[in-house]
C-alpha cells in the first residue's frame, strides 16, 4: 500500500512539474508569461500574439486592418504614408464573423481608433462552418457574443486546452526553448502585425480544399449576419469610419466558381447581402482581378504583397489604374453592377470558346 502511495505522490510531483514547466513557457501566450525571456513564441496562435500586444502596448494606432490570413499582406507602413495614421494589421487566420466581431470589441476596449479596415471573404456567410478551434482557447474568446462564449465554457476542448495539459503544449514548449536558446529563432510578423513573408516565388496554385470545405453546403447564417451588424453598429456608436472591402480570387479560382451554378447565386447573393449590411462594400472580388497573374498571389485567394499595394492604393488614395477592380458598390448602384459583372462573365466565356476553338 505505501508503494502504492509513493508511486502516486511521485507521478502527481511529476505532473505537476511538467504543468508548471509549460505554464511558465506559456507557449501560446495566454497569460501573457514570459519568464524565460523568449524573444518570440513562433507556435503561438497569430490572434494570441495580436491579442497580447494590444491588451499590453502603450502605443496608440489610428487605423486596424481586420479580416482573415488574406489581409495579412497589407503593410501598415505603406498605408500610413498615404493616410498619416499609425496602422496595425489585426488579421487573423481562418477567421469568421464572430472572430471578427470579438477583435472590433477588443480594440473598442484597449483603443481610440479613427479607422477600420474589414476585408470579407465569400464563405464569411455561411452557416455550415465550424468556429476556429484555436478561438475557444484564446483570450479573444472574452470579447465574444454571451451566446457563442456560454457554449464554449461547457466544452472540455476549452478546459485541456486552457489549461496546458496537453502533450502538445509540451512539446511547443520544449520547441520554444530549443529554438530562442539554441536554435534559430523564427520571426514570423512585423511588430505592426504584418505577416512576413507574402512574396509569391512561383505559379500559384488554386486552393481546392475551399470547394470541398468553405463553400460545401453553403448557406447564409442569420447568426453570422447578426455578428456583422453588430460590428457595424459597435463602429457607429464609437464614431470610428468602418471601410469594408470583399477579397479577391485570382482567374482559375474565380471561373472555377461561376461554374458552379450554386456558388455562382451565391456569390451574387453575398455581394447583395453585406452591402445590405454595411452599405459601402469595394469589392474586389470581379473579372478585374483577372490583370493581376502569378505574382499577385501567394494561391488563387491569397494576395500577394505586390496586389495588397495595388488594393491598399485603390482605397486609400482612390487611385485606380483598373476600373473593374475595387468598385465602391452602395444600394443604389449593386443591381447595375450585378448585372453588368453577369454579362462580363458571359463575354468572358465566349472568348474562351473562341479560343479553344481557334
Same mark, same amino acid.
Given at each position: 500500500? @505505501? ?18 514547466? =509549460?505554464?511558465?513557457? +506559456? ?6 508569461? %514570459?519568464? /524565460? %525571456?523568449?524573444?518570440?513564441?513562433? *507556435? ?17 494606432? +489610428? ?7 488574406? =489581409? ?8 500610413? *504614408? ?43 456567410? %455561411? ?18 457574443? !454571451? ?11 476549452? /478546459? ?11 512539446? &511547443? ?18 511588430? !505592426? ?11 500559384? #496554385? ?9 463553400? @460545401? ?26 471601410? =469594408? ?14 461554374? +458552379?451554378?450554386?456558388?455562382? $447565386? ?5 455581394? $447583395? ?7 459601402? *462594400?469595394?469589392? /474586389? ?19 500577394? *504583397? ?6 491598399? @492604393? ?7 489604374? %483598373? ?25 468572358? &466565356?465566349?472568348? #474562351? ?6
Amino acid at each position: 500500500m @505505501k508503494y502504492i502511495i509513493k508511486l502516486f505522490i511521485f507521478i502527481s510531483l511529476i505532473a505537476v512539474s511538467f504543468y508548471l514547466f =509549460v505554464l511558465s513557457i +506559456d507557449p501560446y501566450d495566454k497569460y501573457g508569461f %514570459n519568464y /524565460f %525571456n523568449l524573444t518570440t513564441k513562433a *507556435v503561438n496562435s497569430y490572434r494570441d500574439n495580436k491579442f497580447h500586444q494590444i491588451d499590453n502596448t502603450m502605443e496608440k494606432y +489610428d487605423l486596424f486592418i481586420l479580416g482573415s490570413s488574406r =489581409v495579412q499582406a497589407f503593410d501598415p507602413e505603406l498605408i500610413e *504614408v498615404d493616410t498619416g495614421l499609425k496602422t496595425f494589421n489585426y488579421g487573423v487566420n481562418n477567421s469568421k464573423p464572430e472572430d471578427l466581431l470579438a477583435i472590433t470589441k477588443h480594440i473598442v476596449a484597449k483603443q481610440t481608433p479613427k479607422i477600420i479596415f474589414l476585408q470579407l471573404d465569400f464563405y464569411n456567410l %455561411n452557416k455550415h462552418i465550424p468556429m476556429d478551434g484555436r478561438l475557444k482557447v484564446s483570450p479573444l474568446r472574452e470579447y465574444l457574443d !454571451n451566446n457563442v462564449k456560454e457554449t464554449i465554457d461547457s466544452s472540455e476542448f476549452y /478546459f485541456y486546452e486552457k489549461t496546458y495539459t496537453t502533450l502538445s503544449s509540451l512539446k &511547443d514548449s520544449i520547441k520554444l526553448i530549443y529554438k530562442n536558446k539554441l536554435g534559430t529563432v523564427e520571426i514570423t510578423h512585423k511588430h !505592426n502585425g504584418m505577416n512576413l513573408g507574402n512574396i509569391s516565388k512561383e505559379k500559384p #496554385k488554386l486552393a481546392e480544399p475551399y470547394f470541398k470545405n468553405e463553400y @460545401k453546403s453553403y448557406e447564409f447564417g442569420e447568426k453570422r449576419i447578426g455578428y456583422f451588424k453588430q460590428l457595424k453598429k459597435l463602429c457607429d456608436t464609437n464614431n470610428i469610419k468602418l471601410i =469594408v472591402s470583399i477579397s479577391p480570387m485570382n482567374e482559375e479560382h474565380f471561373t472555377k466558381l461561376v461554374n +458552379d451554378d450554386y456558388l455562382y $447565386r451565391k456569390l451574387f447573393s453575398f455581394k $447583395r447581402k453585406v452591402v445590405e449590411i454595411f452599405d459601402k *462594400v469595394y469589392d /474586389f472580388n470581379n473579372i478585374g482581378a483577372f490583370k493581376y497573374q502569378d505574382i499577385y498571389w501567394m494561391d488563387s485567394v491569397h494576395p500577394s *504583397v505586390e496586389l495588397t499595394n495595388v488594393m491598399e @492604393k485603390i482605397i486609400f488614395t482612390s487611385q485606380n489604374i %483598373n476600373n473593374n477592380f475595387g468598385i465602391k458598390l452602395n444600394k443604389d448602384n449593386i443591381e447595375a453592377y450585378l448585372e453588368h459583372l453577369k454579362q462580363q462573365i458571359k463575354d468572358y &466565356d465566349l472568348k #474562351k470558346i473562341n479560343t479553344i476553338n481557334k
